[in-house]
């Protein structure tokens, strides 16, 4: 009869797990001691551990929450000083735009105007009885008048 020899390859799996959660915790500690954006996927590849293990773990999963929260990811990273806007030229841009801004309304206005007085004519005209049809184009013939 064989010995039962389990145990052995119990323990090596139980020291696996171990290491491996020791592994996730220290990335996670390196992580955010050095301010680094904390995400699954950098600290799996940190620990070389599986994003899907970080998951099912729920103590680190919630830590690595937790640090996302207090290291939030930019946006996007802020364009080199030479590329930057001076104040003087957003200034410039922003009374451009303010221009055309009153501009635009002033055209707006006008538009409103002028639909104001068509229709105010129109509607005089069919008091009037000058007017017969509702804006409806005159019926032109169907026949072909030539090859198409």
Known sequence: MRADNTHHVVAAARRRADQTRQRAIAALRRMDAAG???????????????????????????????????HPSPSSPPPPQRQRASDPSLLRRLEASTARIRHLEADNQQLRDALARALGERRAAEILGQVTDRDTPKRVSSKLTGPC
């Open 36 to 70: 680094q954006r904390v995400t699954f996927d950098a600290v799996a590849r940190q620990a070389n551990v599986s994003r899907s293990w970080l998951y099912t773990q729920d103590d680190l999963r919630a830590e690595i929450e937790h640090l996302r929260q207090r």
